[in-house]
């Protein structure tokens, strides 16, 4: 059984400061890694990917991957209010490369 | 680009009447399609794998002669909920992945929120 876990939050972070989400999947398989944030009511929207261990950095968004310890983690700078959603964390794997989600984390950046 | 389109977005419909749900990728051609299905407060739980031409691959649990799946072409996928009953009422979300080398990542649809009176 494939699992990906997340923390649930709610996250509170103050605008501009900085919101970690973290992740851990049990697929050591796993070959992809992707967040997706996810507004109420509408369906989620691609935010990064990584596939390679280490960091990886877009605008205000940094994605770490460690493979070892089946963890990867998105952090966001600058949190802005409209950053505010669910986060979902998801793993690709197998030869159809299916993704299985985690749970997701509601992120409340307070203004 | 990597956009991805789903009619109707929302639909009310009685107890035992079926419902298509169309998926389509507007500007790239979609070898692999996903249907999830996601529950209010839940995540997202795949339900079906489907490649342009073949049959679709169902997760564990899924009834594949209740929600049927069709790729007839690599642009476009319906899900059919057939029968359907209040417990199916769901958001359902495709999402789309391109050939090799391009949009291999999955593109989500908006979704379409089924309600089952």
């Known amino acids: 059984q494939k699992e990906v876990e997340q923390n649930s939050g709610p996250l509170s972070v103050p605008e501009g400061a900085i919101a970690s989400l973290n992740c851990t999947y049990s697929d050591r398989g796993s070959q992809s890694f992707f967040w997706y944030r996810q507004y109420s009511g509408k369906s989620p929207e691609l935010i990064m990917f990584?596939?390679?261990?280490g960091d990886k950095e877009d605008g205000r968004f940094t994605a770490q991957l460690n493979k070892a310890s089946q963890y990867v983690s998105l952090l966001i700078r600058d949190s802005q209010p409209s950053d505010s959603a669910t986060y979902l964390c998801?793993?690709?794997?197998?030869?159809?490369?299916?993704?299985?989600f985690g749970s997701g984390t509601q992120l409340t950046v307070l203004p | 680009g990597a956009v991805v389109s789903q009619h109707p977005s929302r639909v009310i419909c009685k107890s035992g009447t079926s419902v298509k749900i169309e998926c389509r990728s507007l500007?790239?051609?979609?070898?692999?399609m996903f249907w999830y299905r996601q529950f209010p407060k839940q995540s997202l739980m795949l339900m079906a794998t489907s490649n342009e031409g073949s049959k679709a691959t169902y997760e564990q649990g899924v009834e594949k002669d209740k929600f049927l799946i069709n790729h007839a072409s690599l642009t476009l996928s319906t899900l059919t909920v057939t029968s359907a009953h209040p417990e199916d009422s769901s958001f359902y979300i495709c999402?789309?992945?391109?050939?090799?080398?391009?949009?291999?990542?999955?593109?989500f649809g908006p979704g379409t929120r089924l309600t089952v009176l």
């Open positions: 999402s789309a992945r391109g050939v090799a080398g391009s949009y291999n990542e999955q593109f």
């Open positions: 990584i596939y390679s261990n």
């Open positions: 500007d790239f051609q979609a070898t692999t």
């Open positions: 998801a793993v690709s794997s197998g030869s159809a490369r299916q993704l299985t």
